[in-house]
């Protein structure tokens, strides 16, 4: 049974950073698409960040470029979302994702193989 655990969240003041992470478990990842997306409640999930496991590349909502930085270490099994100079509205529920499918497939959250429980970062002004 495959499985993603995030971890990293918590409390940070604006300006500040974070490291969240993703454990995959279950099952090898080689040729998957994962990426991190975000959710306040009362509203719809939303892609922050994606990455091609086997090659690396990634790719970025707007509201987060230059600020978050995607990465895994394949050894490990695990994804990382470093986001560094936070702001109040980065508020949310992380969620780590996983699917079969193309990098396009990503930015919906629907439809994904895999999700993680999430985890929460609030960001205080």
């Known amino acids: 049974q495959a499985q993603l655990v995030e971890s990293g969240g918590g409390l940070v003041q604006a300006g500040g950073s974070l490291r969240l992470s993703c454990a995959a478990s279950g099952r090898t990842f080689s040729g998957y698409e994962m990426g991190w997306f975000r959710q306040a409640p009362g509203k719809e999930r939303e892609f922050v960040a994606g990455i091609s496991w086997t090659f690396g590349n990634t790719y970025y909502a707007d509201s987060v470029k230059g600020r978050f930085a995607i990465s895994r270490d394949a050894a490990k099994n695990t994804m990382y979302l470093q986001m560094n100079n936070l702001k109040p509205e980065d508020t949310d529920t992380y969620y780590c994702?996983?699917?079969?499918?193309?990098?396009?497939?990503?930015?919906?959250?629907?439809?994904?193989?895999?999700w993680g429980q999430g985890t929460q970062v609030t960001v205080s002004s």
């Open positions: 994702a996983a699917t079969s499918g193309r990098p396009h497939n990503m930015f919906r959250a629907q439809g994904l193989d895999y």
